[in-house]
């Protein structure tokens, strides 16, 4: 099943399309990362797809429901953690988190236990009676998130969630995005730290100019990068690399001690395999040089379309 259904979204801001025609499906209990450079849309969508903004025109579907149609009942079932959030700063953080309650359908024991256990889940329970002005930026970050996490959302959608955060800071978080997912939850969340979208996405999304240009899981986006950028085949062989002809091969960069990257438009190790064996050379080591989320990333928003 589909968590979250867009279809043909597109948005303006006036003659500038943000969002341009875009389709995405993410279906149940992965962790979906939304890559994309500054101001590629992805916050527009995210607001998009809690019906906080109207687009000109598309479909959206969150949790089975139309966002625009039946606004409650997907909010009622889902966490939103928005980019640069605001907080009751005046408030504790307990007083924050219970009046956030407030709008969901709990029992007071019900509300206090939550709250005791998302203060500790963030670890906030010692802070819990300070005025969250006195917070850090990443005591904030975390109470937003524990926030989003108040109604024990199927999904949550998290716009640059370690955005501001020292590495303790986004490690707490990665780590609670890591038990949501163990949990059964869907995780949406954009980001521009790609090391963070590789080590914590099951699938990833890149926009560019409004437009979904890659989608796919890792491995998938990196086959798909090498099928239109080449493939670069690393050998090493125990006697000098002879002549090597094959159609598929674009050119040979040979290295020192016997090493050679043979750049190609497939995977022809099986062939290149075949190729030395007849001519009596032994090969030591030969394997595909697997492009970063980086480089798929970069080469994604230069490509032109
Ligand atoms: N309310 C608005 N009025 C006019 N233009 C807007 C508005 N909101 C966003 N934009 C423009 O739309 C484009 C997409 O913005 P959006 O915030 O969706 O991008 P983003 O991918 O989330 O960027 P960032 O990573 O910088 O947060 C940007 O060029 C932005 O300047």
Redesign the pocket.
Known sequence: MNVIEIKNLTKS??K?K??DNLNLAVEKGIVFGFL??????????ILSMLGLIIPDSGEIRILGHDIFREPIKAKERLGFLP?NATIYEELTAWRNLDFFASFYNMSKAEKEKRIEELLKLVGLWDARYRKVKTFSKGMKQRLLLAQALINDPELLIL??PTSGLDPEGAHLVKSIIREQRKAGKTIFF?S?ILSEVEELADKVGI?VK?KLRTVGTLDEIKKQFMELEGYEIKIETKQALPEIEHPEIIRIEKLADNRAIIFAKSDIREEISEMLSSKGITILSLEIEEPSLEDVFLRTIYRRE
């Open positions: 801001y006036g500038f943000a969002v994309g450079p500054n101001g590629a849309g992805k916050t527009t969508t980019e716009d640059e954009s521009h926009i409004g």
